[in-house]
């Protein structure tokens, strides 16, 4: 059964300060990601829950594909020692905060990027492209 988001709100209310500071406290930005990357990144797994084929056409690097439709059935896999960062397409896909909301349930530390790859590509960090994608790129160039 899907509930609204009128719904759900309605079912835990909190104040919208509560919520901000949460939203603070769980969101990752993608220069601090990056930054947090470079140093200290044996403490985060990078997680794309997007659809396999998005993965392989281009993600952040280092990161791993688990598409949200199957993180519950692959959390066992996933590091508790970690801090697990979800992302998705942006900031409206409703994917990575789903997967994130999943994974804290089942008792992961997590972080939402926030504004998903298109944030990331937006600001211009590096992605890893399949190579069929770099050849054509170089090719237009």
Known sequence: MHTSILDRAAMRPISAEEYMRAKLDYEMTPTALNMSMGRGSEKLLVIDVRDKASYEKEHIPGAVNVPEHDIRHRAAGLPKEKTLVTY????TCTLAPEATMKLAGLGFKVHLLAGGLEEWKRRDLPLE?????????????
């Open 88 to 91: 998705s397409w942006d900031m």
């Open 129 to 141: 492209k399949k190579a069929s994608a770099r050849r054509g790129a170089a090719a237009r160039d």
